[in-house]
């Protein structure tokens, strides 16, 4: 029996476009003209959150449902590669979108954006305490 089977992949997708979306979020508004390459159209960013909100989800209840016994099932691949299991095609799902995440967190870090993931990893800031004002 595998402990980690397609319930936890899709709870484990879910946690990964959670992240992609904060990345997505953090962008700001009129950031999001911003090209690497000229030739490429741009995308309001509500368009793009309220995309990865919708398809992550049906993307993550659609893995969320395939059977474990059909998830174990060997793909033969193409040109004699060795063959996959199904649950391993969707766990490339998952890891393919961790990269793309990774190149979105490169361009925050153009635009002077520090990524969540860093910023929740920092220590809260020390204030130092108000002196007393007597009057």
């Known amino acids: 029996m595998n402990p980690y089977g397609t319930p936890q992949l899709a709870s484990a997708m879910r946690t990964v476009r959670k992240n992609t979306i904060l990345v997505a979020e953090d962008i700001p508004e009129e950031s999001y003209g911003y090209?690497?390459?000229?030739?490429?159209?741009?995308?309001?960013?509500?368009?793009?959150?309220?995309?990865?909100?919708?398809?992550?989800?049906?993307?993550?209840?659609?893995?969320?449902?395939?059977?474990?016994?059909?998830?174990?099932?060997?793909?033969?691949?193409?040109?004699?590669?060795?063959?996959?299991?199904?649950?391993?095609?969707?766990?490339?799902?998952?890891?393919?979108?961790?990269?793309h995440r990774a190149q979105l967190m490169v361009v925050e870090r153009l635009l002077g954006v520090v990524p969540h993931l860093t910023r929740n990893r920092r220590p809260a800031p020390v204030?130092?305490?108000?002196?007393a004002v007597a009057h």
């Open 35 to 99: 090209r690497v390459t000229p030739d490429r159209l741009p995308y309001s960013k509500a368009q793009i959150v309220n995309l990865l909100r919708a398809e992550g989800e049906k993307w993550a209840e659609f893995v969320e449902r395939i059977p474990q016994s059909q998830a174990d099932e060997l793909v033969t691949m193409p040109n004699g590669a060795p063959s996959k299991s199904r649950f391993e095609m969707l766990q490339g799902t998952k890891e393919h979108e961790m990269h």
């Open 127 to 131: 204030v130092a305490p108000v002196a």
